[in-house]
């Protein structure tokens, strides 16, 4: 939807208009596509961008070159260098002391001019007021953001830029996603009246080894 403008293109036509010219996009065919994180959902962003023919590569420390390999995907422990040769950048990261802030006006600067941004795991892994000024500049070319600081999100810096598509934390609302939950909850509910270990455990440590 970033690559092709589909929802500036959406809302024109519905206000009665009809501009072609405005809407020159990019392909993903061939791009170079940067995942941040090759955990479980960065992996199947991975296998879907494959479908595509998007040429893939990662960064993610915790993650073996033998699990990166299995799925096609070039791994670098240099976040520089996979930033520089990214045409497309999404992140499937946890927020932690170390990912907050982790894209800020240094990272971006190092991009190639026309990048597109995704993010739609944890706010505040992109610096929204830096990222706000490089997309006005040009440098960064549209950007996808799903995740807020503070939700309600009402207002930010990326607010009424018209190459950023801001959806209001929508990424797990689909009919499949919350039969899956409510499936994956109530299994867990039950291994853990039955005594077993329950895998999502907040605190697995304070449990008696019986």
Known sequence: AAARRIPQ???????????????MGVELY??????FGLGRVGSAVAERAAAFGMNVVAYDPYCSEERASSLGVQLSDDMGEVIEQADF?????????????????KEFARMKTGVVLVNSARAGIYDVEALADFVA???IAAAAIDVFEEE???????????????TPHISAVTKEAQVRA????????????EGSIVPTAINPTILPPE
């Open 182 to 193: 409510g499936e994956q909850i109530a299994e867990y509910v039950w291994q853990g009246l």
């Open 9 to 23: 293109a959406n809302a024109l036509v519905h206000d009665g208009k009809w501009q072609r010219h405005r809407f």
């Open 152 to 166: 309600p999100c009402r207002s930010s810096p990326l607010h009424g830029i018209e190459n950023v598509i801001l």
């Open 89 to 105: 950048i999404t992140v499937h990261l946890p927020r932690t002391s170390d990912t907050v802030g982790m894209f800020g006006r």
């Open 30 to 35: 061939d791009k170079t596509l940067a995942i």
């Open 137 to 139: 500049a040009g440098k």
